[in-house]
């Protein structure tokens, strides 16, 4: 992982951070305008601050990028029993004891009830579970050569 941010380790300003090249600057932002100009903001770092938090989280394995949300839409490539792309809800993202995601999609009948409920891993993803149905429909129609 590259950081885009460094956190000073010892010193009186231990624990702060700064953006690389600018050492001096911990808690100044330079950014530009619309119009060209440019110009120094001084804050407390917060956006660095957070961004550096965000690169701690993501060093110690604790920060997860899922690749979709509660809620979200996936499709289902199920070349086993439907045969067909299959548009499945998100319902729930659960993180098991195993440390193992998984998630539990629900599809549903032509009246809005629910119809039945896949658990995919993350390993489906991008195999039979896509974020689009052009992907998915792909994907089923290489299964069935």
Request: glycine fraction near 6%; charged fraction near 35%.
């Amino acid at each position: 992982m590259d950081r885009l941010t460094i956190r000073v380790k010892k010193g009186k300003r231990k624990g702060e951070c700064f953006l690389p090249g600018n050492k001096n600057a911990i808690t100044k932002v330079e950014y530009i305008h619309d119009d060209g100009r440019w110009e120094s903001e001084e804050y407390k770092g917060k956006a660095v601050d957070k961004l550096a938090e965000y690169e701690d989280l993501e060093e110690q394995g604790k920060l997860l990028k899922l690749p979709c949300a509660v809620g979200d839409t996936v499709h289902y490539a199920d070349n086993e029993y439907y045969f067909t792309v299959l548009p499945v809800k998100v319902d729930e993202i659960a993180i098991m004891e195993s440390n193992e995601i998984l998630y539990k999609c629900l599809l549903f009948d032509g009246n809005g009830d629910v119809e039945t409920q896949f658990d995919f891993d993350k390993d489906d993803f991008e195999k039979t579970v896509f974020l689009t149905k052009e992907a998915a429909e792909a994907a089923l129609k290489e299964m069935s050569e």
